[in-house]
């Protein structure tokens, strides 16, 4: 029996998808002793305009840093912050921050759309001197109708990207993810999963080049970088090999009209209609190889299973309400569950959660300053069954209706057609689905609440061991967990064997070949953060 799911839950799962210088000059400090920081904001004078650069005692320095931000556990009193903020809106500006950064001895830390997992783009987790590299003002999408391409800046969001293609391009589609607030140039660097990766693969297998600023501060198109960087930007992480400012895409036809639906059931219901048996079913259709079309992912939050479907075959509602008699008549799916829609409604349908959200809401740029969140990932490889997702519910789920897990399903093309070392992104042959899991609380990172919650996330991470891939235990790099490891610098680089941690968690056997790669573009270790690739200074 189909069940409705309260308004404050939907909104947690839309949630978690998703110097005073009065007169515009540079105020440095008036000691004799030149610091780093003194130097690399004298360096930018004249380059970058003095308004894009926000010092810690820049009246605008808190708004421009919690612009962006999407976790409160990282703008405590505690956190490490920027000593400065550059807001670039050109691609020159990249440059000049990496030149004067690197000639200063101040690291950047580079920021699009705000949603590292772990703040990373924004706050260090131990004391350093560093800026804030913040690409927001670098926003333009250029697409043309008729076009199969489009070029995109790392600062525009998913949302505005969507919204470009599907006004000024109609009948043709990128495959991104759910959270239209999602930064491309993060989302990108990642790999990029989402409900369309089954026909079209990741964001990532559909890049066809792009611009990166590398760490000597030139700017280089795929020519130029080379085939092994190309190779590794697409996938291996944000802030390891310089600073993407932009990035061509493959854009795919899609049909006039897409179907889509969301279906509430509940854990516990009677017969066919129960959550557990409907999740077990659910697994057993993700490797079919006939059905790339049809993607359902799964949102699970107290004992309710939210089942989100994106159809991109042609004939719409009527050719998915057939296609779901034939493979999943137990979801118990009716004409008036699916809404025919354009592609660029069924994204605003998937983001905002309303068959008549605009897709204007899309372009929506919100930072979330009021709700904590922690999250981790896992990959499954095999069908857990109705007893265990029973379990799940019983044991974890329905205790706390505050955690969250989103199941994205993989396979077609995405599995049985792009090989795992087509890019970074290797969790491809044989992954049924990923896991994301999140935990959110009230108040403030300290007190019990926030306690409580991180107790009950990591219980359930433990007790899901057993049912998720091992050796390694496969993770998300896009949903970054500084649980699986930090890296430890050693003689100013980052070491190799510290970084293996966490690093073959995320890119498998890809990881080596991408610390070869930092080893060759980036050797002095510029570009570092606690997760980012170490350089291989000996042959690959």
């Given at each position: 029996?189909?069940?409705?799911?309260?308004?404050?839950?939907?909104?947690?799962?839309?949630?978690?998808?998703?110097?005073?210088?009065?007169?515009?000059?540079?105020?440095?400090?008036?000691?004799?002793?030149?610091?780093?920081?003194?130097?690399?904001?004298?360096?930018?004078?004249?380059?970058?305009?003095?308004?894009?650069?926000?010092?810690?005692?820049?009246?605008?320095?808190?708004?421009?840093?919690?612009?962006?931000?999407?976790?409160?556990?990282?703008?405590?009193?505690?956190?490490?912050?920027?000593?400065?903020?550059?807001?670039?809106?050109?691609?020159?500006?990249?440059?000049?921050?990496?030149?004067?950064?690197?000639?200063?001895?101040?690291?950047?830390?580079?920021?699009?759309?705000?949603?590292?997992?772990?703040?990373?783009?924004?706050?260090?987790?131990?004391?350093?001197?560093?800026?804030?590299?913040?690409?927001?003002?670098?926003?333009?999408?250029?697409?043309?109708?008729?076009?199969?391409?489009?070029?995109?800046?790392?600062?525009?969001?998913?949302?505005?990207?969507?919204?470009?293609?599907?006004?000024?391009?109609?009948?043709?589609?990128?495959?991104?993810?759910?959270?239209?607030?999602?930064?491309?140039?993060?989302?990108?660097?990642?790999?990029?999963?989402?409900?369309?990766?089954?026909?079209?693969?990741?964001?990532?297998?559909?890049?066809?080049d792009a611009m990166i600023v590398n760490a000597d501060g030139e700017?280089?198109?795929?020519?130029?970088?080379?085939?092994?960087?190309?190779?590794?930007?697409r996938g291996g992480g944000g802030e390891s090999f310089g600073v993407?400012?932009?990035?061509?895409?493959?854009?795919?036809?899609?049909?006039?009209?897409?179907?889509?639906?969301?279906?509430?059931?509940?854990?516990?219901?009677?017969?066919?209609?129960?959550?557990?048996?409907?999740?077990?079913?659910?697994?057993?259709?993700?490797?079919?190889?006939?059905?790339?079309?049809?993607?359902?992912?799964?949102?699970?939050?107290?004992?309710?299973?939210?089942?989100?479907?994106?159809?991109?075959?042609?004939?719409?509602?009527?050719?998915?309400?057939?296609?779901?008699?034939?493979?999943?008549?137990?979801?118990?799916?009716?004409?008036?569950?699916?809404?025919?829609?354009?592609?660029?409604?069924?994204?605003?349908?998937?983001?905002?959660?309303?068959?008549?959200?605009?897709?204007?809401?899309?372009?929506?740029?919100?930072?979330?300053?009021?709700?904590?969140?922690?999250?981790?990932?896992?990959?499954?490889?095999?069908?857990?069954?109705?007893?265990?997702?029973?379990?799940?519910?019983?044991?974890?789920?329905?205790?706390?209706?505050?955690?969250?897990?989103?199941?994205?399903?993989?396979?077609?093309?995405?599995?049985?057609?792009?090989?795992?070392?087509?890019?970074?992104?290797?969790?491809?042959?044989?992954?049924?689905?990923?896991?994301?899991?999140?935990?959110?609380?009230?108040?403030?990172?300290?007190?019990?609440?926030?306690?409580?919650?991180?107790?009950?996330?990591?219980?359930?991470?433990?007790?899901?061991?057993?049912?998720?891939?091992?050796?390694?235990?496969?993770?998300?790099?896009?949903?970054?967990?500084?649980?699986?490891?930090?890296?430890?610098?050693?003689?100013?680089?980052?070491?190799?064997?510290?970084?293996?941690?966490?690093?073959?968690?995320?890119?498998?056997?890809?990881?080596?070949?991408?610390?070869?790669?930092?080893?060759?573009?980036?050797?002095?270790?510029?570009?570092?953060?606690?997760?980012?690739?170490?350089?291989?200074?000996?042959?690959?």
């Open positions: 029996m189909a069940a409705t799911m309260r308004g404050g839950n939907v909104a947690l799962a839309i949630i978690f998808l998703c110097f005073t210088c009065s007169n515009n000059v540079f105020l440095l400090r008036s000691s004799s002793a030149s610091s780093p920081i003194d130097d690399f904001l004298r360096c930018l004078s004249g380059k970058i305009p003095a308004e894009q650069v926000f010092t810690q005692s820049s009246s605008g320095f808190m708004a421009e840093l919690t612009s962006s931000v999407q976790n409160p556990r990282f703008v405590t009193n505690a956190t490490v912050r920027p000593a400065c903020i550059v807001a670039a809106s050109d691609a020159s500006h990249v440059q000049a921050a990496v030149r004067c950064g690197h000639r200063s001895g101040v690291r950047l830390r580079v920021r699009s759309g705000g949603h590292d997992y772990e703040g990373l783009s924004y706050r260090a987790v131990r004391a350093e001197t560093f800026a804030v590299l913040d690409l927001a003002g670098l926003r333009a999408v250029r697409v043309r109708a008729g076009d199969a391409t489009a070029w995109v800046d790392s600062g525009a969001t998913l949302g505005e990207l969507y919204y470009a293609v599907g006004t000024a391009n109609p009948g043709f589609a990128f495959p991104g993810g759910a959270c239209s607030t999602v930064g491309v140039g993060g989302y990108l660097s990642g790999g990029g999963i989402g409900l369309m990766m089954r026909k079209f693969g990741i964001g990532a297998d559909n890049v066809l700017l280089l198109d795929r020519g130029r970088m080379g085939e092994d960087l190309f190779w590794a930007i993407v400012v932009s990035w061509r895409l493959k854009l795919s036809m899609v049909p006039p009209t897409v179907a889509v639906f969301t279906i509430a059931k509940t854990a516990g219901d009677g017969g066919g209609g129960d959550a557990a048996a409907l999740l077990a079913k659910w697994e057993t259709l993700i490797l079919q190889p006939f059905l790339p079309d049809l993607t359902i992912r799964v949102v699970l939050q107290g004992r309710t299973a939210l089942f989100q479907c994106l159809y991109l075959g042609s004939g719409g509602c009527a050719r998915l309400a057939a296609t779901m008699r034939a493979y999943f008549p137990e979801l118990g799916m009716t004409a008036s569950d699916c809404h025919d829609l354009t592609w660029l409604r069924a994204m605003a349908f998937i983001s905002l959660g309303a068959a008549d959200a605009p897709p204007e809401g899309m372009l929506r740029r919100t930072n979330n300053l009021g709700t904590y969140v922690k999250s981790k990932s896992d990959y499954v490889r095999r069908p857990m069954g109705a007893a265990a997702w029973s379990a799940l519910f019983a044991d974890h789920l329905a205790s706390n209706n505050a955690g969250v897990l989103i199941l994205e399903p993989h396979g077609g093309v995405v599995g049985a057609v792009i090989p795992d070392m087509a890019t970074p992104y290797p969790h491809r042959a044989g992954v049924l689905y990923n896991i994301q899991y999140g935990v959110f609380w009230w108040g403030d990172d300290e007190g019990e609440s926030s306690a409580a919650a991180r107790r009950w996330l990591d219980a359930l991470y433990a007790a899901m061991e057993a049912a998720v891939s091992g050796n390694p235990r496969e993770a998300f790099v896009n949903y970054r967990d500084l649980d699986i490891g930090e890296n430890a610098v050693v003689g100013g680089v980052t070491e190799y064997e510290s970084a293996r941690r966490w690093g073959e968690r995320y890119f498998m056997g890809n990881f080596r070949r991408l610390a070869a790669v930092k080893g060759r573009v980036d050797p002095g270790d510029y570009f570092r953060n606690e997760q980012s690739i170490p350089p291989l200074l000996q042959p690959y």
